[in-house]
Each structure stands twice: as structure tokens, then as C-alpha cells.
């Protein structure tokens, strides 16, 4: 199973990205839940972003709060990323992220660079 991530780029502060993350291969007919996105910034560890479960509940780091929005596609073990405002602190790595029972799936990431 790959996830593959898509929609990072440079964007001036205050812009708008959106990522995009989809699996493919077989995963035995299981859904990836709940499915996510981390990120890593240069000389910084890897942090939560947000997560959604496909019950429709969702979480967010304090820092994106009411800026980002995370939801699920229609089709199976897809997840989207809708970032607004950027600041130059929101470059990074995204990374990918979904879990089946206990095993755990990552993106290669994409870059997300925020110029000020």
C-alpha cells in the first residue's frame, strides 16, 4: 500500500493550498481510518496536523485551527487537506498518514514552502 500525496508548491503568505493524499495497492478491502496529515518543518520534528476518522470526526492542531480543513473523500482512503492564510511557519514537509488496525501507512510527503 502507497499513500501518494499531491497539490504542494510555494504560495505567498496569506494564500490558499490544497493537499491531496490517495492509496493505492491493496489494503485487503480495510478503510484507512482514521487518515491524517503530519508535517515537518527543517531542524523540527514531525507534527500532527489534523486527523479524520470516516465517521466524519476530525482533529486539529492548535496552530492551524480555523485556517485548515481536513475531510475525507468520497472515494475509499482518500483525504484532503484545504490550507488558507499560510504563514511562513506552516513550511514544511506534509505527510501523509493512515492506519489499519495497528499498522501504520506514510506518504513520501510533499513540499509546502510559504514565502513571507
Known amino acids: 500500500v502507497q499513500l501518494v500525496e499531491s497539490g504542494g508548491g510555494l504560495v505567498q503568505a496569506g494564500g490558499s493550498l490544497r493537499l491531496s493524499c490517495a492509496a493505492s495497492g491493496t489494503i485487503f478491502g480495510f478503510s484507512l481510518n482514521p487518515m491524517g496529515w503530519f508535517r515537518q518543518a527543517p531542524g523540527k520534528q514531525r507534527e500532527l496536523v489534523a486527523t479524520?476518522?470516516?465517521?466524519?470526526?476530525?482533529n486539529y492542531a492548535d496552530s492551524v485551527k480555523g485556517r485548515f480543513t481536513i475531510s475525507r473523500g468520497n472515494v475509499k482512503n482518500t483525504v484532503y487537506l484545504q490550507m488558507n492564510c499560510l504563514n511562513p511557519e506552516d513550511t514544511a514537509v506534509y505527510y501523509c498518514?493512515?492506519?489499519?488496525?495497528?499498522?501504520?501507512?506514510w506518504g513520501q510527503g510533499t513540499q509546502v514552502t510559504v514565502s513571507s
Open positions: 479524520a476518522t470516516s465517521g466524519g470526526s476530525t
Open positions: 498518514h493512515g492506519v489499519v488496525g495497528n499498522l501504520h501507512y
